[in-house]
């Protein structure tokens, strides 16, 4: 969608404090020109304020190892293939993405044999959005989509196409500042509820707070983000959960620093004693080296994690 401003949409609440969708190539100033990465899971439709911010806490920390490369076609057709190595088994999928005038189709295929399909129709009216969803072979799976944007208000409703649906619905009222909205989901077979979410969130110029009610009411997450310095990506974060059925708390800190326009270095801790660091490096423009690894310093004795991921993207 066109619109820049505005709350957004529910899952954009605590994301950018959260760090959830970006890719390292948006960390300098030169914004309004980068585009997001390819993907579909995360549709923010604040790219040029999130552009702001790269992933923090959690994004590009590997414990396994990772390749992907894109390829585009002189029609403008993108076909990304991935490949994860976890210990002994392989995975790996080919993303292919089509785009004509306002319409995108998103097809991937992977090695469980599954056929993923996202069909996004932008703007058939002024801040509309629709999107059908389906995965073959899972004839449960379709789900139709629509979202719509204002200026002080975001609104998505899906529901999906069986006989007894999950309807879900989720709004948001504010503006590009501050922000406040819910999630609830319906399932028509068993008449239950079966999420009701609902999360605040604050912005500035170079600070994000956010708090969501998640679970059912079960889950209270917290989010902080401090741009220390945008020159140098050098920022600050931490999200702190707390489960109100156990009892138990969850906190995790996080920072980075760019050594140099090309290098980004990152690490977090939590509060179970697993620190983590990484050092990204883009080699050639869209196209990236990672390594990192993983220390559980409660037990100093057991072997570091390490990973590591190569992205290929050919520039426009």
Request: proline share 3%; glycine share 8%; hydrophobic share 35%.
């Amino acid at each position: 969608m066109t619109i820049g401003k505005g709350p957004g949409l529910y899952p954009d609440i605590g994301k950018k404090a959260r760090g959830q969708s970006l890719s390292i190539a948006l960390r300098f100033p030169v914004f309004d020109s980068i585009r997001m990465w390819l993907d579909f899971h995360y549709r923010s439709v604040q790219n040029a304020s999130v552009a702001l911010f790269s992933d923090l806490l959690y994004r590009d920390y590997l414990n396994d190892h990772k390749f992907s490369v894109t390829t585009l076609t002189a029609t403008g057709v993108a076909i990304t293939s991935s490949g994860t190595k976890k210990g002994e088994s392989f995975l790996a999928d080919v993303n292919t993405q089509l785009k004509n005038k306002n319409v995108t189709t998103d097809i991937k295929v992977d090695t469980n044999s599954n056929l993923c399909t996202n069909i996004t129709i932008d703007e058939p009216a002024p801040g509309l959005k629709t999107i059908f969803s389906f995965v073959v072979p899972d004839q449960r799976s379709g789900k139709v989509e629509v979202q719509y944007l204002h200026e002080y208000a975001g609104i998505s409703t899906s529901i999906g196409l069986t006989a007894s649906p999950i309807v879900n619905f989720s709004g948001v009222a504010g503006n590009s500042s501050v922000a406040l909205g819910t999630d609830v989901s319906f399932d028509t077979a068993t008449g239950n509820f079966t999420k009701y979410n609902a999360g605040l969130s604050f912005s500035t110029s170079d600070l994000i707070a956010s708090l969501a009610l998640n679970d059912k009411a079960d889950t209270l997450t917290a989010s902080y983000y401090h741009s220390v310095s945008p020159l140098t990506s050098t920022a600050v974060g931490a999200e702190l959960t707390h489960s109100f059925s156990s009892n138990e708390n969850s906190l995790t800190i996080g920072t980075q620093h760019a050594l140099d326009p090309l290098t980004l270095v990152k690490t977090r801790v939590n509060n179970y004693g697993k620190a983590s660091a990484l050092i990204q490096h883009e080699w050639r423009p869209k196209s990236f080296f990672t390594i990192s690894g993983e220390v559980d310093t409660r037990a100093i004795e057991k072997s570091a994690k390490v990973g590591l991921g190569l992205s290929l993207k050919p520039t426009l």
